[in-house]
């Protein structure tokens, strides 16, 4: 089964500090990879997305990624967080092949809180 | 364009009751998905669409009908509601699941459901 792990629960950063949200898959063929991120109160939006070409990633709101495909990895970074990161972020992928016909498997998220 | 919407936004039910949640997309997208988030567990398909007069189950699909008559239409049942569906419930749809671009899941506003 797949399965998607994000290794932080809950993370609590100053305002202007680094952020890196860990997320491990196991498939092990051709995947999609998303971040998708929930500001409270709020459905779910995608932050960035990586299907091919180059593994770094950027997306909106200053988010990056980096697909490491031989650490199954797709890991999320910012420089630098503002109090407006708060929010709960969750990593998705999407097995590229077989019968999953476009399902994300999500992992259980991590929620964010910057301190201003 | 609305996007994806979903009603009604809050319910609460008592235990044995039924009730049936809408989610609409104006996107002509082919696929729909039901997901249910808690807390901890990230969100979790339920059923999902492949197109109009088709359903499939998804990861945790025990106690929940789908129903998707028309192509922007998903509908999700509860025949008899049960305290552990309190939940938050998610529709998303997407446009293609083959490996371009158009993979992204939009994601509705949510529903949020108590069973006493």
């Known amino acids: 089964a797949q399965s998607v792990s994000q290794h932080n629960h809950h993370v609590i950063l100053s305002e202007a500090a680094s952020l890196e949200l860990g997320c491990n898959y196991s498939?092990?063929?051709?995947?999609?990879l998303f971040w998708y991120v929930q500001y409270p109160g709020q459905h779910l939006q995608l932050l960035l997305k990586y299907f091919s070409g180059d593994p770094l990633v950027k997306g909106i709101k200053g988010f990056e990624a980096e697909f490491i495909k031989s650490k199954f990895s797709f890991n999320l970074r910012k420089p630098s967080v503002q109090w407006s990161d708060t929010a709960e972020y969750f990593c998705a992928v999407r097995p590229g092949r077989g019968s999953t016909l476009g399902r994300l498997y999500f992992g259980r998220g991590t929620q964010l809180t910057v301190w201003p | 364009n609305a996007g994806v919407t979903q009603t009604p936004k809050f319910r609460v039910l008592k235990t044995g009751q039924s009730m049936t949640l809408l989610c609409a997309q104006d996107?002509?997208?082919?696929?729909m998905y039901w997901y249910r988030q808690d807390p901890g567990m990230g969100l979790r398909l339920i059923h999902y669409s492949v197109g109009e007069g088709t359903t499939a189950k998804g990861e945790v699909p025990d106690g929940y009908n789908v129903s998707r008559l028309k192509k922007q239409n998903f509908l999700l049942g509860l025949e008899s509601a049960a305290p552990s569906q309190t939940s938050v419930y998610f529709c998303?749809?997407?446009?293609?699941?083959?490996?371009?671009?158009?993979?992204?899941?939009?994601f509705g506003p949510g529903t949020r459901l108590l069973v006493l």
């Open positions: 498939y092990g063929g051709t995947v999609n």
């Open positions: 998303a749809s997407s446009y293609s699941t083959g490996e371009g671009p158009q993979e992204t899941q939009y």
């Open positions: 996107m002509n997208h082919e696929y």
